[in-house]
């Protein structure tokens, strides 16, 4: 990241190696960013990451096992995820490899390694089930909770768009590097914030960089797999102690806002922002805004703490 020090490693943690990047003075006070499903740490914006270090925070953001740099999975063929995804919808029960309790298992191990008792967990879509699952079991790590664009996993609520789900699941023509491009430009083309819309070259480029970083087709069905054997969990979201805002957008095609809003309202004196004209991503031209919201929240109950 340009212009800032960026201390990066692997983790020895749960079983697997864990990359991570590190930023910000060590003796700051530390967020600890979730990413969602399938996507690498670089989807946290760089300069989201700088400007929560420039107003006094130690950052680390990491990639889930499965994607990124981190350890994957030895799978050969995708698993069963749209029968899961009906099992899942009929009240069944799914099997998986693992479930989101293994990943925020991950994410606790990750911060013992690096000597972190305690941390202000942010975590967006599926990293926002994770920090809300860390938040309920493991209390004493989790000094504020953020959770963004995510929900309770619960089956009630309704699912996604259907042509984001289909776009989602739908594989590129074949290997080249083009068909993989227009396949993502397809996915996040669809999740995009219809007011803060960028062009779909800046999509490519987004998606090229993933692409060179690291290909991991399986992070997607694996992920998939793991919230849907979970289930939902907003029971065990009453035992949520941490000061909580959830942050969710109005037009988001993917975790409806009846999600943002449900994690709200199951999580004791939880505190809903509602933005409007924002999707599934996270817009050059709402960096601001969220950053904003995340270190009023943290400094606030940092204080209180």
Known sequence: MTGMEVRTGYADANNIS?????????????????????????????????????????VVRFDNRESGLTTRS??????????SFIRHRLGMKVHAEYNL??????????????KIKQAHWVGFSMGGMIAQLAAADYQQRVLSLTS???????????GPRWDVLLAILNAPKDKSEKSIVAAGVSVFGK??????????DVL?????????????????????????????????LKHINAPTLVIHGDSDPLVRLQGGKHSAKSIPNAMLEIIPGMGHD????????????????????????
Not at 148 to 154: A, D, R, W
Not at 214 to 224: D, K, N, Y
């Open 18 to 58: 864990i990359y991570y990047e590190d930023m910000g003075a060590q003796d700051h006070p530390v967020i600890l960013l979730v990413c969602g499903m399938s996507v690498q740490l670089i989807h946290w914006p760089d300069d989201f990451c700088r400007q929560l270090v420039e107003q006094g925070y130690r």
């Open 282 to 305: 996270f817009p050059p031209g709402l960096v601001d805004r969220l950053t904003g919201l995340i270190t009023e929240h943290i400094s606030t109950n940092h204080t209180a703490a």
């Open 191 to 200: 999740l995009q914030s219809p007011k803060y819309k960028v062009h779909d």
């Open 204 to 236: 490519a480029f987004d998606v090229r960089r993933a692409i060179a970083r690291a290909r991991r087709p399986m992070a997607g069905p694996m992920h998939q797999m793991a919230i849907l054997s979970t289930g939902g969990f907003s029971r065990r």
């Open 101 to 114: 309790d293994t990943l925020v298992l991950d994410a606790v191990s990750l911060l013992d390694v690096l």
């Open 148 to 158: 963004i664009m995510s929900s309770t996993n619960e089956r009630h609520l309704p």
């Open 74 to 83: 030895h799978v050969k063929s995708p698993p069963p995820v749209m029968q």
